[in-house]
Each structure stands twice: as C-alpha cells, then as structure tokens.
C-alpha cells in the first residue's frame, strides 16, 4: 500500500518509501531521500517527522496511528439503522465506553537511537545523553517532562519500558555498525557504550511515576503530533528489580504501532503484583490513595 510513495520529511525534504520492515517488536519505514535512505519507526514518524504527499495515504497511517480500523461502506458496518447509516447514538455510547474503560495506567515504551545520525545528534547535541540515561538522570531528582496521550489526567500513573527492539538491527546494532561503516570511531566507541546499557535494559519496565501538571511547552496542535502532549511526571522511583516483558506479556500486549500501551483493570492489577513482589519498598500512587 504504502510502497513507492511520495513522503516529505521535515528535514530531510521529499523522498520515496523503499519497504516496511518488520522488527522484533515494531515496524520501520525506510525511506530514500535525495542524498540517502533513512529508517523510521512505522507509523510514530508520522506524528510528527513525516508526512505523504497522497492525502488518502496520509489518512490511512493517522487511522492507523489512532488504532482505527478501514472505514467500511455503510451496507457493510455491522452497526447500522434501517437506512444503512451507523447510528450516531450507538457511536457515542462505543465512544462512551472506550472512554470509561481507560483506568489511567500506562506504558511508555521508548526507544533509543536507531539511526547513525541519531547516535551523531546524541552526541554532539544532548550532551551524549540518550532517553535512557536522561531518565536515569531524572529519577535522582523525582521529577521528568515526557511524551503521554492527550486524553491523560493528573494523577494517572506511567509506567517506564525500554523497547525490546531497541537493540535489534534496525536500531542500536544498525546505527553503530553504520558508524564502523563510516569508519567513525568516536561515534562507533560511543555506540558500543551505549548499546552495552541497552543491552541490559531493553524489554524491561524501568522506572514508575505519575503525572503532576502539563508542560507549558506542549503543543497539542503541531501538524504531526496530535496525540501526544508533554506533562510533568513526578514521583519517579527506578525499579531495584526491572521487570521484563517475558513475565507479563501473556497478559499484557504491548502496543507495536505507538509508544503508548493504556491498561485495562484487570491486568494492571496483575502487573502491579509482579511489580511490587519484586520491588517490595516500592511506592504505587494511584489517584487518591498509595500502595506499598
């Protein structure tokens, strides 16, 4: 579908889709611009990097980013009134409900740098600080500004994980190999480093906090970004014991097409046991009241 389409990127300007990938745990998009090919992460660089030319290809991914289905023509819907249209009541009660479901617990799976120049612009511009040392960093003073969904609260707890995939071919393994390619040292001895902490904590939940306020700086309307807003995450505490995604994922599905995984009741009340069985000094705010 998306094969040989037109795209333009904020950066890098207009350039044609090669293939999708599929990863260990995610998709990326490899894109080839004028000078090179790229690879972003498939659909997340279209909230915000990339954009297609085709307005009917720009809908379909920001359906996909929203976790929509295809639309269907009306003889076809499932729900429909006697004239063949859906019923706009049944479609706020489903909207209704979707909302009443969300408990406000989730999962940032975040990644690390997956692209040489993603390793270069770490390293000259952010102070060599990946999202993993940053985090680490900010845990020491409580407190950290990430990414969550727009229709998150204060008081709604998240939840930390380095993505399983961040050390795969297309990612941390991919960019420093493509630093020894380039036969940059400093950057490939850097990747090295770096790709050792992943290593380690790639698959794992990390760190908990919750949500204190929103970012002044949060843009809720920037064209590619209308899902995500910066909030003001307090009560960070890192996990003594990370916990893996081999030990929850029977339950627990993490989203492969966006950084955000929203739990259901039953299984953060599941996690939560696991959580605090291997962190017993651990402390769970949860809107209103605190577990220990």
């Given at each position: 579908?998306?094969?040989?389409?037109?795209?333009?990127?904020?950066?890098?300007?207009?350039?044609?889709?090669?293939?999708?990938?599929?990863?260990?745990?995610?998709?990326?998009?490899?894109?080839?611009?004028?000078?090179?090919?790229?690879?972003?992460?498939?659909?997340?660089?279209?909230?915000?990097?990339?954009?297609?030319?085709?307005?009917?290809?720009?809908?379909?991914?920001?359906?996909?980013?929203?976790?929509?289905?295809?639309?269907?023509?009306?003889?076809?819907?499932?729900?429909?009134?006697?004239?063949?249209?859906?019923?706009?009541?049944?479609?706020?009660?489903?909207?209704?409900?979707?909302?009443?479901?969300?408990?406000?617990?989730?999962?940032?799976?975040?990644?690390?740098?997956?692209?040489?120049?993603?390793?270069?612009?770490?390293?000259?511009?952010?102070?060599?600080?990946?999202?993993?040392?940053?985090?680490?960093?900010?845990?020491?003073?409580?407190?950290?500004?990430?990414?969550?969904?727009?229709?998150?609260?204060?008081?709604?707890?998240?939840?930390?994980?380095?993505?399983?995939?961040?050390?795969?071919?297309?990612?941390?393994?991919?960019?420093?190999n493509a630093a020894a390619e380039l036969?940059?040292?400093?950057?490939?001895?850097?990747?090295?480093?770096?790709?050792?902490?992943?290593?380690?904590?790639?698959?794992?939940?990390?760190?908990?906090?919750?949500?204190?306020?929103?970012?002044?700086?949060?843009?809720?309307?920037?064209?590619?970004?209308?899902?995500?807003?910066?909030?003001?995450?307090?009560?960070?505490?890192?996990?003594?014991?990370?916990?893996?995604?081999?030990?929850?994922?029977?339950?627990?599905?993490?989203?492969?097409?966006?950084?955000?995984?929203?739990?259901?009741?039953?299984?953060?009340?599941?996690?939560?046991?696991?959580?605090?069985?291997?962190?017993?000094?651990?402390?769970?705010?949860?809107?209103?009241?605190?577990?220990?």
């Amino acid at each position: 579908m998306y094969k040989n389409a037109a795209v333009r990127h904020n950066k890098f300007g207009k350039g044609t889709v090669i293939k999708i990938v599929e990863g260990s745990n995610c998709r990326f998009i490899i894109v080839k611009f004028k000078s090179k090919e790229v690879q972003f992460m498939f659909p997340d660089a279209f909230e915000k990097h990339l954009c297609f030319e085709d307005e009917k290809l720009q809908s379909a991914v920001m359906r996909e980013l929203r976790g929509e289905a295809e639309p269907q023509m009306p003889a076809r819907q499932i729900v429909s009134t006697g004239s063949g249209r859906t019923s706009a009541r049944t479609s706020a009660r489903s909207s209704k409900k979707s909302a009443a479901s969300r408990i406000g617990v989730y999962i940032l799976n975040f990644q690390g740098p997956s692209t040489y120049d993603d390793l270069v612009w770490v390293y000259n511009e952010c102070d060599k600080k990946t999202n993993l040392e940053e985090l680490f960093e900010d845990v020491e003073t409580g407190t950290t500004c990430w990414s969550v969904p727009t229709y998150a609260e204060i008081g709604d707890t998240i939840l930390f994980m380095l993505a399983s995939s961040s050390i795969d071919t297309y990612h941390m393994n991919g960019a420093v190999n493509a630093a020894a390619e380039l036969s940059d040292w400093k950057i490939y001895e850097f990747g090295k480093a770096e790709r050792e902490k992943y290593r380690k904590y790639a698959g794992k939940i990390l760190c908990i906090g919750s949500i204190t306020g929103f970012s002044e700086e949060d843009d809720p309307d920037e064209e590619f970004n209308q899902r995500l807003i910066y909030a003001d995450i307090g009560n960070l505490q890192m996990l003594d014991n990370p916990i893996s995604i081999k030990d929850f994922r029977d339950y627990i599905n993490i989203n492969r097409f966006w950084s955000v995984t929203s739990l259901k009741q039953e299984q953060w009340d599941k996690l939560k046991a696991l959580l605090m069985s291997q962190n017993p000094d651990i402390k769970i705010r949860e809107k209103g009241r605190q577990s220990q």
